[in-house]
């Protein structure tokens, strides 16, 4: 046998033979020195795991790597080595991979101003793991494009936030809602300059109202003054035109708002929902005024289940919760079309639990709420939708109400990633980057530009079709948005992962970025709006 077979051979050997096939060919003195060449980390016996006398090194990796929650079980499941204490610092009680997911914890923004106390409880409301808190907090990165650039098509106005947290504005702005300090319209993306030194890491957008969450946790809102007025008609209350503190959320650490009709809901750093408003008829468990500036702890069985996304639509909130268990969704409010998912169309006062995706073996990871519809994207890319089916925007090939969830079956060869909705329209994202739609065709929102011939109107999309336009783009899109409004012409954004933007749909206020020529309304085909999001 010749050296280069000699050593292809060995290659396959486990190290301690390797050790021992060579050590008896030499010298007392030179095994020595050959053993405290290959172990030198210590004098253990060949054989023995060598960087298990230098642990953090070890944990260097699992760290640097952003593994996974399951993944850093799996590695406890393979030896003792990850099971047993670390007896490393900060807590020499806990194994290799609970300190790797708490190191990974102590990276992100809301993990790091909280106390050691205030950590610990947080650990216990998610199920006494750091594993538990690490996925509860990458859950909610990842719903919600927290920390990232993101883009929210609101009613009539439109708002961009950058990877670096800056704020661009644009469109409709007669209360105020674009925070540049007067009531002027813009046509083109334009940074709110108020907010300078103010990281934003989430916004959301309602009639004539906009909401932004910074990275420390405090909100602040503009536009008009009222956390519950509907869209038309009201309380005639202020205008505030630049970003004003919440002071009523100031001892509430918050890392997202939602905005529906008559209500506004917050999402709290430890997974507690609060609202505000919705009228005195108690529908959200609490009865409050129309008016109130109050928030309100959403009662009842999400008390203790710590909740990492919300979605709000007319008159009802949907919650995206998780257990150790796994992960479910929330539903309360009003119950018109089935949108609540519970078989009925009965109103629920408090939080329900939706137990179709337990029979359909989904577990979620990012819920969307239309208007009058919702929908679900499972772990394993399925997409369920369910509520009032007008003009195809459930998918189904039809326009019949769905009462329970219900799987697209039209998408069955596709593993989505996101969902959004509208007002009877839906978006979802593929992992591939590849856009689908269905549901209403008004205002080109839906990016296929197909008109009905004789009338110049819009075809509706029973089941999801390939938005081809995007496609054109060549571009992986990571997050559609569009306006979840009954009252006002819908646009669409594209976001891709470059941070390109590209916006169609109606434009008559600007709420796209860019003037439209000569009497358009509208744009059918998306145009890209000059901000980089990256």
């Known amino acids: 046998m010749d050296a280069t077979t000699s ?52 944990l260097h990796v699992l760290t640097s790597c952003n593994l996974e929650p399951e993944d850093l079980a799996h590695l406890e499941a393979t030896c003792t080595f990850f099971r047993k204490p670390a007896n490393f610092p900060p807590d020499f009680d806990l194994s290799m991979s609970e300190l790797a997911a708490l190191d990974m914890c102590q990276k992100r923004a809301i993990f790091k101003p909280m106390t050691a106390h205030e950590r610990e409880l947080f650990k216990q409301r998610c199920g006494g793991s750091w594993k538990l808190v690490l996925r509860f907090i990458m859950a909610g990165e990842a719903c919600c494009r927290r920390e990232k650039s993101q883009a929210i098509a609101g009613p009539g106005h439109s708002i961009a936030v950058t990877a670096s947290g800056a704020v661009y504005t644009f469109g409709s702005n007669n209360s105020g809602q674009l925070g540049h300090g007067n009531l002027e319209e813009e046509w083109r993306p334009r940074v709110i300059r108020s907010l300078q030194g103010i990281r934003i890491i989430q916004a959301a957008a309602g009639a004539g109202r906009t909401m932004l969450v ?28 630049t970003p004003q503190m919440v002071e009523s959320l100031k001892d509430i650490y918050v890392v997202q708002a939602a905005i529906g ?78 949108k609540l998912g519970h078989g009925s169309r009965t109103d629920e006062k408090y939080p329900r639990l939706i137990e179709q995706f ?49 799987v697209v079956e039209a998408l069955s060869g596709v593993k989505a990633v996101h969902v959004a909705t509208g007002d009877y329209t839906t978006f979802v994202v ?35 079709e390939l938005v081809t336009s995007l496609k054109r783009v060549n571009e992986r899109m990571v997050q559609i948005s569009l306006t979840n409004s009954i009252y006002w012409n819908a646009h669409t954004f594209a976001l891709t992962d470059s941070g390109k933007l590209y916006a169609f749909g109606a434009g008559d206020k600007g709420q796209l970025g860019t003037e439209l020529v000569a009497q358009q309304s509208e744009r059918g085909t998306p145009e890209r709006v000059e901000i980089d999001l990256n």
């Open 430 to 464: 593929s992992d591939k980057g590849d856009v689908y739609s269905f549901g209403c065709g008004e205002s080109s929102s839906l990016g296929h530009n197909t008109i009905i011939e004789g009338n110049n109107r819009h075809t509706n999309v029973l089941s999801p």
């Open 261 to 338: 009709n008559f209500f506004t809901a917050v999402l709290s750093r430890e997974g507690r929902v609060y609202t505000f408003s919705w009228g005195n008829d108690t529908r959200l468990g609490h009865q409050t005024e129309p008016n109130d500036v109050q928030p309100h702890l959403l009662t009842g069985a999400l008390e203790n289940i710590p909740v990492v996304q919300i979605a709000a639509g007319y008159c009802y909130l949907l919650a995206l919760a998780c257990q150790p268990t796994g992960m479910s969704v929330y539903s309360v409010g009003c119950g018109l079309g089935g």
């Open 214 to 241: 910074s990275d420390a946790g405090r909100v602040y809102a503009f536009g008009k003054d009222s956390f519950g007025e509907v869209e038309y008609g009201g309380q005639g209350s202020r205008v505030v035109t």
């Open 7 to 58: 050593r292809g051979a060995s290659s396959s050997l486990p190290l301690h033979l390797i050790v021992d096939d060579t050590l008896a060919l030499v010298s007392p003195l030179q095994q020595s020195f050959q053993r405290s060449q290959r172990l030198c980390f210590g004098d253990s016996a060949p054989g023995e795991f060598p960087l298990a006398a230098n642990p953090s090194i070890v």
């Open 358 to 406: 337990q029979n359909l073996n989904i577990q979620p990871v990012v819920v969307a709420a239309g208007a009058w519809h919702a929908a679900v994207v499972g772990k394993d890319g399925r997409v369920c939708t369910w509520g009032w089916g007008r003009y195809g925007c459930l998918g189904h090939g039809n326009e019949e109400c769905e009462s329970v969830p219900k």
